[in-house]
């Protein structure tokens, strides 16, 4: 049964664009989506917002942050996850930033900061509770999500702090600990070789860091399923809460996919993220 559901569903994705796919599948019932937003000002600057059509005002906020290798991506390829996200009640946003060649690290950093910034000031407008916010990122988007809550200089330049204002971050198939950069492109977007070291989450792990759920692929060719062990042990040995999943039969790209609807029989992504923001709500940050 699972052979036949996986061939059917790579038929269709074969016959079109696979993200056009899941995107006109997303869901839209009780879905409120405002676009084009923004959280400060130029091109990539924008941000969409996803909401219940009727939230309460306690609805927990997740600012996605997805991945392209920090050199590509595009808010609009991604409605699946935030519609997704809306349909069980959570709002959320989810934000373009700079990418090389226009951006260098930190700059994506920077705009990170900003973005959740932004998510937290205007929370309320969309029904969701501040103090329930999120971060989530897919590749190099759970590079951005989970450096946020580790290192706090980035939110601290925007007047937060993540032990105090991050209930919980989630990184599917992220890269945590990458070094050597081995990639010219790599080396040029991170720099000079003494600055490489700011820029990998496991460096800033503290005994306070905000709960994190780590999700990884194990049939990744892109990211090294190491990132996600590394980092989780990293956690564990200074007593913060993780939850470490390793799905067996998606790859880095269908491990996001299997967020949407039409592909949630790969993996239990969706349930694993949805669970571990409902049980994070019940926690107030700091």
């Known amino acids: 049964m699972y052979a036949r559901l996986l061939l059917l569903t790579m038929t269709l994705l074969a ?19 405002v676009d084009s937003l923004s959280y400060a000002t130029g091109p990539r600057h924008g941000v969409d917002v996803y909401a219940p059509a009727s939230p309460p005002t306690t609805a927990p906020v997740v600012v996605f942050f997805y991945g392209g290798g920090w050199a590509q991506g595009d808010r609009k390829m991604y409605r699946f996850v935030g519609a997704t996200l809306a349909a069980h009640g959570i709002v959320a946003m989810i934000p373009d930033y700079r990418v090389y060649p226009e951006a260098r690290f930190p700059d994506f950093m920077r705009d990170g900061a900003h973005a959740v ?3 937290r000031a205007h929370a309320a407008s969309y029904g969701s509770d501040p103090r329930r916010l999120f971060l989530m990122g897919h590749s190099a988007g759970a590079q951005i999500a989970t450096l946020l809550s580790l290192d706090p200089s980035w939110l601290g330049h925007v007047g937060m702090g993540p032990a105090r204002d991050v209930a919980g971050t989630i990184g599917l198939a992220g890269p945590y600990d990458f070094l050597p950069l081995k990639s010219a492109t790599l080396q040029t977007i991170f720099g000079p070789r003494q600055d490489w070291p700011k820029s990998q989450p496991i460096n800033f792990v503290t005994p306070d860091a905000p709960a994190m759920l780590l999700a990884t692929a194990a049939n990744d060719r892109s990211v090294d399923p190491g ?5 989780a042990a990293r956690l564990r040995e200074n007593g913060d809460a993780v939850i470490e999943r390793v799905y067996p039969y998606v790859g880095h790209r269908t491990l996001i996919g299997a967020f949407a609807p039409p592909l949630t029989f790969l993996a239990p992504v969706r349930t694993d993220v949805l669970r571990f923001i409902a049980h994070r709500s019940k926690v107030t940050p700091g």
């Open 15 to 33: 016959a079109c664009s696979p993200v056009g796919v899941l995107n006109a599948l997303a869901p839209r019932d009780g879905v409120t989506r």
């Open 227 to 231: 990132n996600t062990y590394r980092l």
């Open 117 to 119: 910034a932004w998510a």
